[in-house]
């Protein structure tokens, strides 16, 4: 597959919250990244990253797996984890995959289950959400997901994945769309705190970001940025207008901070690709900005090891994907 990515310099665009402040170019640094090279790693139409402590697993579905494993701390492939079926332990893609607690949830968001794997990534339990969320983070003593629901931005569900609660609004603009055409032009990337006590959503198509703090189930939106809304129209397919900016396109949520790759142009600026991106920008939980990594080549998605000071992105080099290492 021949995957042209678009490698320009770019200014982080400012991005405004609702008190004017914005975020600052002067902390942009710029970071190079090394090739991580690994004996027997293939890796086939990967899309996702997460870490715990040494182990990076990479959500890429090739020979009836999901889920590829690595030591980066020795560099050595493990093997690859979470057969694809309806099965015990098995799982049904498209999924989702995160960390709470050392345990592994993978959630199916076509089929509304969860699966959770313990640290050595033995099934342990099931979970279903009846209203199937796009995704969901685990928070401390609840569930909190986003979808194309009638009522809330957000549905917060207890530990046995029943909706108790919503948070959240939509963009005003959108009051009198469906709500599928709702979700899908304000749709984006959820981040979680790795105590569970807060959460960030950015969207993909705009540069609007929002930082929520969750105590037990309820939930207090307390910093927001941005004043840009989506130019484009949902009607049975996606349309996004020339001039419509790409936003936020991957989330990660780490101990102290948040971390968002951004993009930052338009859709003709960025040669109607609507996934690369070379910003990750950091904010501590309550939503203040810290930095700004500026990458010297776009990524798919990332994750980030905050004790060694380390990014790992997926990139594409020669027409196959590669995982970078950066130094942060």
Request: aromatic fraction near 14%.
């Amino acid at each position: 597959m021949n995957i042209k990515v678009l490698i320009l310099s770019l200014l982080i665009a400012s991005i405004c919250s609702c008190n004017n402040n914005s975020v600052s170019n002067d902390s942009v640094k710029e970071i190079n990244g090394e090739l991580l090279v690994v004996d027997d790693l293939f890796l086939g139409a990967p899309s996702e990253l997460i870490l715990r402590d040494s182990i990076l697993l990479v959500y890429d579905r090739f020979e009836n797996y999901l889920l590829t494993q690595i030591d980066v701390k020795n560099d050595r492939y493990l093997g690859r984890l979470i057969l694809e079926g309806r099965g015990p332990g098995e799982a049904i893609p498209p999924a989702k995959i995160s960390f709470y607690d050392n345990n592994l949830n993978v959630f199916q968001f076509q089929t509304g289950a969860l699966n959770i794997y313990d640290d050595k990534f033995n099934f342990q339990n099931q979970l279903f959400f009846e209203d199937h969320p796009a995704n969901i983070k685990q928070m401390r003593n609840a569930f909190i997901g986003f979808g194309a629901f009638e009522q809330g931005r957000f549905h917060i569900y207890d530990m046995n994945g029943k909706c108790v609660g919503f948070a959240g609004d939509f963009p005003d603009e959108s009051n009198n769309m469906d709500q599928l055409a709702r979700f899908v032009l304000y749709q984006g990337h959820l981040a979680s705190s790795k105590n569970g006590r807060y959460f960030a959503f950015g969207y993909a198509y705009s540069d609007n970001i929002e930082f929520y703090d969750m105590k037990d189930k309820e939930v207090e939106l307390i910093r927001t940025y941005g004043e840009g809304s989506v130019k484009g129209r949902y009607a049975g397919r996606l349309e996004l207008d020339d001039d419509c900016l790409m936003g936020y396109k991957w989330a990660y949520g780490g101990d102290k901070y948040c971390y968002m790759l951004y993009l930052g142009k338009t859709l003709a600026e960025n040669n109607y690709n609507k996934y690369w991106a070379d910003n990750i920008v950091v904010f501590d939980w309550k939503g203040h900005h810290v930095k700004t990594f500026k990458l010297d080549v776009p990524i798919l998605s990332f994750c980030v090891d905050e004790k060694n000071q380390i990014i790992y992105g997926l990139t594409v080099s020669n027409d196959e994907f590669v995982i970078m290492r950066y130094k942060m």
